[in-house]
């Protein structure tokens, strides 16, 4: 009854302790005599994070605990050594210290690092202490993630080199940049090595990770040249795009694809050209033309005359809504039409329509289940990056429509729409085939949305260790939303069509619905800790990405967790640069990974 009783206090009092607190909780529980300028230093280094909340910020009793050696050698900060402390403008040294026998220059104030600098550092500094293997017998320099590390101990040494073998494993494949391209809202390829290097303290190489709102896949990516790696996401097209950026297929497959893939488009587009013939002429001659205020009124006209689903009308034998209908009773009737029908001048030039119907069908036709899957990926890639958008998604096109047409945004239209589908598409599959031959493992995908993926994952994993990647939403806004033409180059289902953005009606149950689809910052939180806590409830360690721009407050959440589960949080936090939806200009944030590890045994989860 005492246990369950301390266990009940443990949960209900909070990790954090307010800053300006810091200095006694390390003189009473750590026998650390440091000052509110040591602690101050940390946090400005980003080897502790600290957190607002309330207007107070706040650090984890975990993150000062596992400090502890560094924060007991915190004088060494107020040494004549750091004579270049006043070439920081917040008064951050120029080196650290962490034992006598190892120095680290640090990044200067206002110049970003690598995210992977500031994971690794926190990890050498807070490592469990380091076997004593005798010294070097001189004080070796070598190159620490474009800094460097100089030290006489071989075990810094080594440790030093293995975190930077480490990154160059997740930053030497190019299959990534293949598959995202195009801009994705908060992709996590930047944050890669970052994120790798603070798993990797925690999380064994023989353990599994899971992804389970993967998004682009980036993360994922990353992880499987470390771990076995399991993603998941609610929407199909973010799975794919994970599935072809780790193992298991080769070249000689691709251009056994290509080989069925490109014969078959070509007799499909010609049966579909049939129907637009006309249209593509005029479309051809405005490409072909000179840059002027000519072109730009007759493509001015272009866009006001050819029609798009939902809206009615007919030209040149082409009636885009009477086909949608047809197909609407049986998504399979060909020749394939829906981009032509709905995305034609509005993300895609008609002929690159025509190209992604055509190629979309001649995937449909291929046998096998991974070919296909990862034709889809390539093609999904193509689209992604091709599309003429606003911002690199699709809620919007980049013009409204012929009255938004100028002569400054006419050529890069126009350029844009001129690009080659099929070209690209071969391009990419091809690509993404040898990086998968190089790739370690192959990622494996589960449905979504999260709950039921935390069901099937439970038969997958067993009783191998684990780690769960959570990359939620940080606002309100529905991703279905702003890459519904990715989701539906998967489903290829002839949907509705609402607004200028053409968005499946959400209404209808045609897209996904987001449970972070809120303005109220508690239920959010509540969505956030809920995750967190069935994780948790596992016996699974789980990493949370957020940032000091999400609509959550990190601290409610991580006490609103607390209350249902005993488990222990340690965080990372780097500098990061942000391009938010319009990606016209990138905003500067502080990215946390907060990871939570239960403690005691693992309890049967809740079932629904």
Known sequence: MAHMSRMSRSRSRSPFVPVDQAVRYCQASLTCQVSTDDVRMLIAMHILPAFEANGHALVLEDDLASLR??????????????????????????????????????????????????????????????????????????????????????????????????????????????????????????????????????VASNATV?????????????????????????????????????????????????KHVVPCAH???????????????????????????????????????????????????????????????????????????????????????????????????????????????????????????????????RTKGASDLTLSNLSGIIERRAYSISHEFAVRLLSLAEESERAKRPIETVDGPWERALVAL???????????????????????????????IVAYSYPSAVGQGKVPDKRQGQRFRSEFFSRTPSRIRDTLARVLTEVLLRGWTCAWSYSDSGIASIPSVIDAVRQNVDCSVRSYATPYEHRPQSGSYVKKVKEYLLILSPRGKRRPSPRR
């Open 69 to 202: 050696r560094i924060l007991r050698a915190a004088p060494c900060f107020r040494t004549d050594e750091f004579i270049g402390r006043t070439l920081f403008s917040k008064g951050i040294p120029a080196r650290l210290r962490p034992r006598p026998d190892t120095y680290i220059d640090l990044v200067p104030d206002g110049a970003n690092a690598d995210p992977t600098f500031y994971a690794a550092l926190r990890n050498l500094v807070s490592a469990p202490p380091f076997r004593h293997r005798g010294a070097l017998g001189h004080a070796e320099s070598i190159p620490y993630f474009l800094r460097r590390l100089v030290t006489s101990s071989p075990s810094i040494r080594d440790y030093a080199y293995g975190q930077q073998l480490r990154a160059a494993q997740v930053t030497s494949s190019r299959a990534s940049q293949f598959a995202n391209s195009a801009y994705y809202m908060v992709s996590k390829r930047g944050l890669a090595g970052f994120l790798v290097e603070a798993l990797s303290s925690v």
């Open 210 to 258: 899971i992804d389970l709102m993967c998004g682009s896949g980036a993360a994922a990516a990353a992880f499987s040249k470390v771990w076995r790696t399991i993603a998941s996401d609610a929407q199909e097209f973010c799975r794919i795009l994970a599935r072809v950026q780790g193992g298991g297929f080769s070249a000689s497959r691709a251009e056994k694809i290509l």
């Open 267 to 397: 007799d499909h587009a010609r049966a579909l050209q049939d129907h637009l013939n006309e249209i593509l002429r005029w479309e051809d001659s405005i490409f072909h033309g000179n840059v002027g205020p000519h072109l730009l009124a007759e493509y001015a006209r272009f866009l006001e005359t050819i029609p798009t689903y939902p809206r009615l009308g007919a030209f040149a034998g082409w009636n885009p809504s009477r086909e949608v209908e047809t197909r609407k009773a049986d998504p399979t009737v060909a020749p394939y039409c829906l981009f032509t029908a709905y995305f034609a001048n509005i993300y895609f030039g008609v002929r690159q329509c025509v190209e992604i119907d055509s190629i979309r069908f001649a995937i449909s036709t291929i046998d096998d289940d991974l070919s296909r899957e990862w034709a889809l990926g390539a093609l999904i890639a193509s689209a992604s990056a091709l599309g003429t958008t606003y911002g690199g998604h699709f809620a919007q096109p």
């Open 458 to 488: 439970d038969k997958m994993v067993g009783d191998v260790p684990t780690g769960v990647y959570l990359d939620a939403p940080y606002t309100r806004e529905e991703y279905s939303r702003y890459y519904h033409v990715l989701e539906t």
